[in-house]
Every structure is written in structure tokens, then in C-alpha cells.
């Protein structure tokens, strides 16, 4: 909810000036722009780099464009062990390079208050894209070529898992100070495909990245995974997790914020139809995980259609009680 | 997966001699054809319903069409209190004779040993249709209208409880031996609103089912529900639960298989690769779930690129164990 998006005119403006949305996230200067917009509107404690999960297969060498109410679509699909040879990750993060300048811009530009996160999509995710070639309800394509030739799966999950943990480290060099990695649809997992899709390549990622930098703050966000939330929190090694609408309240208490910062998990419909039900929810949320490690958000991305007024609200109800 | 579908030639046959979809589940005669055409390739040990959960808004009224590559379209959509009012509850049932037609006919032509199970929406899934005019991949919009008029939109829910429960006891007067009931966008649902607009309605139905046939057993499919299935079996009064791929196999064992039959899971894209990965999960799935009461099945529909060899080489195995 950090990130700015369509529901602010200084963003739509900002993106009108920009050719593609991939030239929006490869342009420094306007990147830093609209990174720092929702800071000066709402004061927000933390700031998070403005960019795109799906970077990544764009610097390994797909195509990826972002179309106008479809969403995003990559071409060539991957779909075999020799499609696989199209990628070019040793050229990734060279590529990469302007994301890396807007991380620098922001370090030195952010009030020293506000925390500046990093991010990158987990591998499981991001692969869904590049394999099923656009977004989807249940991952059906990437799940079925995962089933049918599995090992041509895991060389693209290996790839991914060394390209982003690179990405992050670099993001770091640059002046990030606390990593996100999205698993957006981790939800469409069957067990023992969450146990190799999304544990595994995670807990590989935090354990490159803290080779590197043994104390970065890095939070996970395996949106949907329902009771494997626990052992997502307990075998990843990250030391934070975002919880998405669906998690029950105590359940995260009990199980998550042992051993890690929660971070949620407010319904962005709730904030568009805000009022005394938004409020309510909000009290709630503050309220259960009051006695531990806590990083309040939505959980899940703002919506465009959210009216200003109601994040200001929230953000004035949410600093009141937590100060 | 016990139902026809186009994964079928024999069906692929049929459903060409109907008009639209929706006239092929209010023709009795094409839709007992295709009702029984699995049993009679396969010998399942039981047999569904060929119908479809929108017959219910077409029933009310609302105009439903199946468009090919898109999915179901309803219009005009409800969004308000007055669209409400264009709803004919009253009639409903008699516009659903065409399907209690299609349960006489099943219950006289199966085989004795052949269980027949009729079924309907869940009210929070059909709605979701109704509100939102189609599917769609979070439910927003309706999610959206339930937060903004809850008194409306629980108007709508009470309204397909009542038009529901009177439909499931229609089907169990025509015949209908078992019940189950389908919440396949249940795991949309915030911790609240999944009390709400989830296990409240499904209890509601339950009981007003049992009211009249106290002892017909119950399926319940809040698909997508995660760590909150435990409640949903524990307090609507299903006797069973259909659980999704995604629900790790002791979990359901430890808090569904207790206090209810378990039904699931096997990742109907599994069932389209084959070989020994699917071999090895319907053991294990079995091995589970062998000392309690269980149903072997998919964890959601079956799709229609799945090889009939590979249906034929599952149901051996599993009558083979479970004989």
C-alpha cells in the first residue's frame, strides 16, 4: 500500500510521461519521482522502490509488455528445457542497472526517517509469468509444465532464485534497507509443490542474500497460502511476513508473530468503501498484534479506485495508535 | 470428477445436439444421457448431477449465458437493493422442473450400487456471479458491493438460502440420495465476511434441508478456505468436506477427518500428466486417508485436456485399494 499507483493524480500525470510501464520503472529520475509522491502526500514511515516483479524475465531476455486492461504479457513463452537457453542471466542484472540507480537516488533523497524497502518476485511467481506468458486464476499452464517435465522446471526455478538473490544484493550495494519478496500466487500450490516452488527457492534467496548481508531485514508474502503460512514463517528464515485478507487474526498471532514481524492485513476494498467498518478493522488488526513485532498494511496492492481521503484517514488512525 | 465433461467424446456429442449450455441441464433426456455416460465407461461408484450452480440466477430471473472462451455472463447485474426486487424467488423452483425431471429419470437408471448426488451453488459463489456478471479472479466487486450495502447484499444471500435449500430438497424428493453443496470462491473471503457469507449461509441451508430430511448426507466444497476449513467443518453441520488441491493431507486428517468424511484431493493437472507422479500422490492420498471416512477424489473439476487412459488408470488404482 507503500507504493504509489493510479489512485493519485501526481502518478497517473508522472506516468503519461513515460512511454511504456517498463520505461517508467527503467527511468531513474521519474522511478525516484513517483516513489517519493505517496511520502510527501501521506508521511508514510517506510518507502518502497517503485518497480515491477516481472523485471526480472525482462533483463533475462523475454519481452514483457504491460497492456492496457489485460495486464502483463511475456512472449516467447517458456515451455521446454530449450526455451530455457533463450536466457540470458549472466547479461540480468547488468540490464538491471537502472533500478538500481533509482535505489541510490531514493537513499540519498528519503527523509532519514523513512525506511527504504527493496523488492523482487519470488521465483514461483515470476515464473508463471514467464511460463504461462500472462497472468491467470490458477497458474494451470506453469503448474501442468512443473508436473510433466519437472526438472526443466527447477533449472528455471534455479535460474530465478540466482538472478533475484543477485538483484537483491544489489539493491542493497545501492541503499536498500529491508527486502519484500512477493510470492503472489504461492496460493495455487498443491503441498508438496509449496513445499518445492515456494519454501525451498525462498529460503535459498534468503540464505544468498544474507551471505552477503547477514542482518538485512527480508519479509516474505506468500499471498494465499492459508495454514502454510506456519511453516513458511518457520523454514524460509525471512523475518517478516505479510499476511493477506484471508488470514485469520489470532491464527498469525499465534503462529507467525513468534517468530517473525507480521505485516497486514487490511482488506483494500475495505479502504475504498472505508467509513466505520474500515475503521473498525483497523482497530482490530492494531489491537491483536499490539504485542509484538508489527508492520501495519493492506493485504494486498491499493486498488485504483480508492478515494485519497481514505488512506489519509487510515494513515491518521493507524500513526495515533501505534504514535 | 465424477461428472461428464468435455474431456469426454460421448459428451462432446450431445452437448453439440443441445442449443446453449443451460439447455442442455433443463433437457432431461440429453442431460440423464450425460449424467450417466461416466458410469457407464468408467463404473464410478457414484454419479452427479449434470447440471450447472447458475441454473439458480436463471431461476430467479437474471438472464445466464455460457459464452465459449469466456465462461458464464449474467445480466443485467444486481447492485443495488432495487435490482433485487427484479428477482423472482417465488418461481424458482417451478422454472427448475426440468432438473428434478432429470433426478427421476437418474434415480430409476442407475444401478442400485450407484449413488446418486445432486448439488447446488453455495449462496457467497453464486452471488458472486450475480454481482459480478462473471467470474472473475478475486470476487472484487462483489467483495466491494458487500462492504458498501451489507444489508442489501444479505438480502441477496438470505434470498439464495431460502431458493437453495428448496432446490436441494426438491432434488433429495426427485431422488437425489446425497447432497453437496459448492463454495468455490469461498477462499476470497476476509476472516469475517468468510463467517458471514460463508459458513453462516451453508449452516442455514443445512438446516433447513434436515428440517425435512433429517438424515441426507451433506458434502461441503469451500474451496480455497485453507486453514479455516477446520471451521467450516466443524460448525455448518456438512457431513463432509471436499477439500481443494491445496490442503496439505494431515491437516485435513488431524481437524476435518474427525469430525467429518474428507473428500479430495488430487490435483486434477496431475491427473492430466500422469505416470508415476500421479501413481505415487493417489497413494499417498489414500495411505492418509484410509482409517477414517473418505471419498476419493479431484481436488477440483476435471479439465478437458485430461486423456481418458490416464481417468481409467486412476480409477483402477483406487478401486484396486479401496475395493
Not at 524497502?117 to 491467470?136: D, H, K, L, R
Not at 544484493?169 to 503472489?184: K, M, S
Not at 479502504?271 to 501495519?296: C, H, K, N, Y
Request: aromatic share 8%; glycine share 8%.
Amino acid at each position: 500500500m507503500r507504493q504509489a499507483g493510479r489512485y493519485l493524480p501526481e502518478y497517473r500525470e508522472v506516468r503519461q510521461q513515460a512511454g511504456t510501464f517498463l520505461d517508467l520503472c527503467y527511468s531513474p529520475d521519474l522511478a525516484t519521482e513517483v516513489t517519493l509522491q505517496p511520502i510527501r502526500r501521506f508521511g508514510f514511515d517506510a518507502s518502497i522502490l517503485f518497480s515491477d516483479i516481472l523485471v526480472i524475465p525482462d533483463a533475462l531476455g523475454q519481452k514483457v509488455e504491460f497492456k492496457e486492461n489485460i495486464g502483463p504479457v511475456l512472449s516467447p513463452i517458456i515451455r521446454s528445457a530449450a526455451d530455457l537457453d533463450r536466457l540470458r542471466p549472466d547479461e540480468a542484472i547488468d540490464r538491471l542497472g537502472p533500478v538500481f540507480q533509482t535505489v541510490r537516488n531514493l537513499s540519498s533523497s528519503l527523509p532519514k526517517d523513512v525506511t527504504l524497502i527493496g523488492f523482487a518476485g519470488a521465483p514461483w511467481t515470476v515464473a508463471t509469468y514467464m511460463v504461462g506468458g500472462e497472468g491467470s486464476r490458477d497458474q494451470a499452464d506453469t503448474r501442468l509444465w512443473a508436473y510433466a517435465e519437472p526438472a526443466a522446471f527447477e533449472q528455471l526455478i534455479e535460474t530465478l532464485v540466482d538472478t533475484t538473490a543477485a538483484y537483491l544484493v544489489a539493491q542493497v550495494d545501492a541503499g536498500a534497507e529491508v527486502l519484500q519478496l512477493f510470492d503472489t500466487w504461492a496460493g495455487s500450490l498443491p503441498e508438496r509443490e509449496f513445499e518445492r516452488w515456494c519454501i525451498a527457492p525462498v529460503a535459498q534467496i534468503v540464505k544468498q542474500v544474507r551471505a552477503k548481508y547477514p542482518a538485512i531485514p527480508i519479509i516474505g508474502f506468500p499471498r494465499g497460502a492459508g495454514l502454510r503460512y506456519a511453516d513458511f514463517a518457520q523454514r524460509t528464515g525471512v523475518n517478516g511476513v505479510s499476511i493477506d485478507v484471508t488470514v485469520p487474526l489470532d491464527f498469525a498471532k499465534n503462529t507467525i508473530q513468534p517468530n517473525c514481524a507480521v505485516q497486514g492485513n487490511l482488506d483494500p476494498l475495505l479502504l475504498v468503501s472505508g467509513g466505520a467498518a474500515m475503521t473498525q478493522e483497523v482497530a482490530r488488526i492494531l489491537q491483536t498484534f499490539d504485542d509484538g513485532p508489527f508492520i501495519f498494511n493492506l493485504g494486498h496492492g491499493i486498488v485504483p479506485q480508492t478515494p485519497i481521503d481514505h488512506v489519509a484517514a487510515l494513515v491518521d488512525q493507524v500513526k495515533g495508535v501505534k504514535g
